[in-house]
C-alpha cells in the first residue's frame, strides 16, 4: 500500500505537467488576448500615434506592441514563457490580474471561503441524505415509500438548476418573499451578533444550495439504492439470512459497507470543493464565488487567472482520486492495491 501510494503521489508530477501545458498552450494561442485588447482600446481611445504609419492591424505604432508583449511576459517562446510559469506556480505565484490588476492569490483566496461554504455544505449535506435514503428506499423495495420516492427524485432530476434557480427566485423569494433573492447576506449582517449573524446566513443560502444539490443529490441516491440492492441479492446475503442472522444484521453490516466501495469513488470530490462553483447558480444569486471568477476570467483572457484555477483545480483533483483509492481499503480491506 505504501509503494503504491508513493507511486501515484509521484505521478502527480509528470499529470500535472500534462495538463497545465496542453491548458497554458491553448490558452495563449487563443486569439483576443490582453494585448489585443489594450491595443483595441488605445486603437478607439486616438491613442498618441494612432494614425501613424505601422506594419500592423491595430493602428500603432509597433514599438507599443513590443512594450506591451514585454510588459506581459510575451515576448518570450512560449516554452520559456511556460517554464518561467511554472516556476512560479510551484510557489503559488501566478503574477497578477489582467483586468483586476491584483495578485492572482489575493483574488483567489478572497472568493474560495464563499465556494467552500457552498461546496463543503452541499458535499456533506447530500452524502448523509442520499446515502440514507437509498439504503432506505432499498431496503423497502417496491413499497408506497419506495415509489413515492423514486418519482420525486425523477421529478428533481429533470428539473435543470438553471429553472430552478430561476423559479426559487421570482416565487419563493419574489412573490412569497420567504427568502432573501441574493446576495451572501442582509444590509444588517455586521450589527448582528454571532448567532444572528449565523441564521443570516443559513437563510441566504438554502436557496442556492438547493441547486447546488440538486442533480447529484438524485444520481446519488439512486445510485446507492442499486447498490445495496445489487448486495442484497448476492449469495453471501442469502447464506447469511439462512443461517440465522437478522435482516438488520445482514444489511447494515454486511451488505451495506460493500455497496458503499462503488460511492467510494466520488469522496475524493471533497478535495475540488475547495474551488466548488456554478457559473449559473452564482450568477443567478449574486454569489461571488469562483464559478463567476473563472467565467469572466475566460471571457476577458485573464490567462494567470485562467492557468491559476486550472492548476489548483487539477492538483485537488489528482489528490482527491489518490484519496479515494485510500478510502477504498478503509471501507473494504480485500482490496489490496500491492
Known amino acids: ?29 487563443a486569439p483576443g488576448g490582453p494585448i489585443e485588447q489594450k491595443l483595441a482600446e488605445l486603437r478607439f481611445a486616438g491613442a ?18 513590443d512594450n506591451l508583449k514585454k510588459q506581459y511576459g510575451f515576448d518570450k517562446p512560449i ?23 491584483e495578485p492572482v492569490s489575493s483574488l483567489i483566496l478572497e472568493r474560495i471561503p464563499i465556494s467552500l461554504q457552498f461546496g463543503l455544505i452541499s458535499f456533506i449535506l447530500t452524502y448523509l441524505v442520499c446515502i440514507t435514503l437509498g439504503v432506505a428506499m432499498a431496503v423497502k423495495k417496491d413499497s408506497l415509500f419506495d415509489i413515492s420516492s423514486s418519482i420525486v427524485l425523477i421529478v428533481l432530476y429533470s428539473i435543470p438548476p438553471l429553472m430552478l ?36 446566513r443559513i437563510h441566504h443560502f438554502i436557496l442556492p444550495m438547493l441547486c447546488y444539490m440538486i442533480g447529484s443529490f438524485t444520481i446519488l441516491t439512486q445510485f ?50 475547495f474551488l466548488a462553483g456554478s457559473l449559473i447558480i452564482e450568477k443567478i444569486f449574486n454569489i461571488p464565488g469562483i464559478g463567476l471568477l473563472a467565467f469572466d476570467s475566460t471571457v476577458a483572457r485573464d490567462y494567470n487567472v485562467i492557468m491559476a484555477l486550472i492548476f489548483i483545480q487539477s492538483l ?17 480491506p480485500r482490496i489490496d492495491f500491492s
Request: aromatic content about 16%; some cysteine.
Open 165 to 200: 434557480g430561476i423559479l426559487l427566485k421570482v416565487f419563493v423569494a419574489g412573490r412569497w418573499d420567504l427568502f432573501p433573492i441574493g446576495d451572501l447576506y442582509s444590509d444588517m449582517y455586521f450589527e448582528k451578533e454571532f448567532w444572528g449573524r449565523v441564521l443570516d
Open 48 to 65: 498618441e500615434g494612432s494614425q501613424s504609419s505601422s506594419s500592423n492591424d491595430y493602428g500603432v505604432p509597433q514599438e507599443i506592441i
Open 224 to 273: 446507492m439504492k442499486n447498490n445495496l440492492l445489487e448486495e442484497i441479492n448476492k449469495d453471501y446475503v442469502k447464506t447469511a439470512r439462512a443461517k440465522g442472522l437478522s435482516k438488520k444484521t445482514v444489511y447494515y453490516k454486511h451488505a451495506l459497507r460493500n455497496a458503499l466501495v462503488p460511492i467510494a469513488t466520488s469522496f475524493g470530490s471533497i478535495f475540488s470543493f
Open 79 to 101: 516554452p520559456i514563457q511556460y517554464l518561467i510559469w511554472l516556476k512560479n506556480a510551484v510557489t503559488f505565484n501566478f503574477g497578477d490580474s489582467f483586468i483586476y490588476e
Open 316 to 332: 485537488l483533483f489528482i489528490a482527491g482520486r489518490i484519496f479515494s483509492d485510500l478510502i477504498y481499503v478503509v471501507i473494504d
Open 1 to 29: 500500500m505504501f509503494k503504491y501510494t508513493l507511486k501515484r503521489l509521484l505521478l502527480i508530477i509528470p499529470t500535472l505537467i500534462g495538463i497545465t501545458l496542453a491548458c497554458f498552450v491553448i490558452t495563449i494561442t
